[in-house]
């Protein structure tokens, strides 16, 4: 194992980005915690309320150690002597695997404690799950100060993505090297991904970035009958239409031709046989009723999106002027990136489906209505 | 160093004061929450922010200093 000081220039070197949707480089949040005056205190983010992504919780049953390890070696490389895992009431499955994890943990001088935070669509989002730590509400607080900088009952606080750690685990133990022989040199590599919605085998799959879109639904068994629209990168991602994702792979710099990010890496595939209208409008209630409710901007822009997907998916007015103004009236006016994700999905719904758009304007559909995209706990 | 307004979207109710005290860099979106130009701050209407800033009843308005170069 690496010395303390030597992890982070390991994670530095491998490239490593945050895991849990946010993208950030590990290495300069390990720096960035490890220079910090007082004592920091890790958390390990398993809060994973994304109703389409369910790598996390895969990878805390199937693997718990490597995260605990993970954890354990960044808290080594700060100089942390506790390390809170965060998991939501609703794991429970997961909150019997590590806690029992945590009983044979034998780390030295490391203090565990496992926290079971209240569900929800923004509770992982890092300022959101502090403030839930600390007994309150699971919303977001305005920054600065970053978590870093003050979190945890006032301590600098790494808070990383169960699966950063365990790739941070693997780092230390592999090498820089060997994490950087699959992937990019920008966007070095494995991921999982969670594939769901019309495939053969819907689940949890490990692949390179940069892996072709198809052989990725390849390897969850392949469409199921007739595509309609690939929705990449979950709730906060973009819809992709059929043809367009022949040609893209898992990987910021394709996905941003098509206005898209890898963001959880989850990837739902819609069938044809579905509107992608009604779908998106169900998503984007969805969206709305699951902001923290604290900024004016997004409490009313989302509850005012997801109004307009609706009246347009009943074909009641075209409120397209509208939704567009109310678009940039969101992104970037949040305490966090809530509207902003919201947004992009909306956005995406309006362009990628803007033919389904015309047929319901003429009080026409080309699909079945009805929740394909689960919006509740399925897993 | 230059300095930008900033609005604790949190703490902010809406009331638009700020966008009758700096219209030079605030203006309010459809619901009446102030949107912030993010240009820095000219020495002329470092005054006027500073009014807007005392003014606001929820305390939601900030000036912030940022290093010029700063990505986000």
């Known amino acids: 194992m690496p010395s303390a000081r030597g992890l982070i220039e390991l994670v530095t070197d491998s490239g490593l980005r945050g895991r849990g949707g946010g993208g950030f480089p590990t290495g300069r949040k390990l720096a960035a915690v490890a220079a910090a005056r007082r004592r920091p205190i890790v958390v390990a983010n398993g809060a994973e309320g994304e109703p389409v992504s369910f790598k996390d919780k895969l990878l805390l049953r199937r693997a718990p150690h490597l995260v605990l390890d993970g ?18 009431r609703m794991a429970g499955e997961e909150i019997g695997v590590v806690s029992d994890a945590l009983d044979e943990r034998r780390d030295r001088g490391l203090g565990w404690r496992l926290a079971v935070v209240p569900p929800g669509f923004v509770t992982g989002e890092e300022t959101a799950l502090l ?5 309150r509400d699971p919303k977001p607080t305005f920054t600065p100060p970053r978590p870093y900088e003050r979190g945890l009952n006032g301590a600098p606080t790494l808070v990383q993505n169960v ?43 490990e692949a390179s970035f940069g892996t072709p879109m198809r052989a ?31 040609d893209l792979s898992m990987l910021d710099a394709d996905l941003e031709r098509a206005g898209a990010a890898v963001g959880a890496g989850a990837l739902v595939v819609l069938p044809a046989a579905a509107c992608g209208l009604d779908q998106s409008a169900r998503v984007a209630r969805y969206l709305a009723e699951e902001s923290a409710g604290q900024c004016g901007p997004c409490v009313n822009g989302l509850g005012a999106l997801a109004g307009a997907l609706e009246t347009l998916a009943a074909g009641h007015a075209d409120c397209r002027p509208d939704a567009l103004r109310w678009l940039e009236q969101v992104r970037g006016r949040g305490a966090c990136r809530h509207p902003d994700g919201a947004a992009r999905f909306f956005e995406s719904s309006l362009e990628v489906f803007a033919g389904e758009v015309e047929l319901h304007l003429q009080g026409r559909c080309s699909g079945r209505r009805g929740e394909f995209i689960p919006t509740g706990r399925t897993w | ?42 020495p002329e209407l470092r005054e006027h922010a ?6 606001c009843p929820k305390l939601a308005l900030l000036l912030q200093k940022e290093a010029a170069a700063r990505g986000t």
């Open chain 2, 50 to 55: 500073e009014r807007a800033v005392a003014a």
């Open chain 1, 71 to 88: 954890a354990a070696l960044a808290a080594a490389a700060v100089g942390a002597r506790e390390v809170v895992v965060a998991l939501d």
């Open chain 1, 163 to 205: 699966e950063t750690l365990a790739h941070v685990a693997l780092v230390a133990r592999h090498g820089p090297h060997w994490f950087r022989a699959v992937g990019t040199a920008r966007e070095p590599g494995s991921a999982l991904f969670t594939i769901s919605g019309a495939v053969g085998r819907p689940g949890v799959y």
């Open chain 1, 131 to 135: 403030s839930a730590l600390q007994g």
């Open chain 2, 1 to 42: 160093m230059s300095t930008v307004v900033r609005v604790n979207p949190i703490a902010c109710d809406g009331s638009g004061l700020c966008a009758e005290l700096l219209p030079e860099r605030i203006r309010l979106d459809d619901w009446g929450y102030p949107i912030v130009d993010p240009r820095p701050l000219t």
């Open chain 1, 216 to 246: 990725l639904v390849e390897r969850a068994g392949g469409v199921r009958g007739a595509p309609g629209a690939f929705l990449v990168g979950g709730f906060f991602g973009s819809w992709i239409d059929p043809v367009a994702v022949q």
